[in-house]
């Protein structure tokens, strides 16, 4: 896991976020932190309510989850058990 803050744009309702992920953070945590309005209900990857598209970047994602095989393999994230291995780019609600 990377040891060090890592920035993350997040798009939501027609505007972008710059959020910075701190060590440890989700992203779900590191978006609320900064405002962003991202939807969520049980935090712990069990019911897809905060389910987003990653459009760039790579996260580490916390098994298991509600995903889908589909679901993951177009590109979709869990922002509540998701954290950036890398600078990422997210669709927030997909
Ligand atoms: S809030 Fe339930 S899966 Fe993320």
Do not use: I
């Amino acid at each position: 896991m990377p040891n060090q803050p890592l920035p993350a744009e997040m798009l939501a309702k027609g505007r972008s976020h710059h959020v910075t992920v701190q060590p440890g953070q989700t992203l779900l945590e590191a978006g609320l932190a900064a405002e962003v309005p991202m939807a969520f209900s049980c935090t712990m990857g069990g019911c897809g309510t905060c389910r987003s598209k990653l459009l760039d970047g790579r996260v580490k994602h916390k098994q298991p989850n509600c995903l889908t095989d589909e679901e993951a393999a177009e590109g979709y994230v869990l922002p509540c058990v998701s954290r950036p291995l890398e600078a990422v780019v997210l669709a927030v609600g997909g």
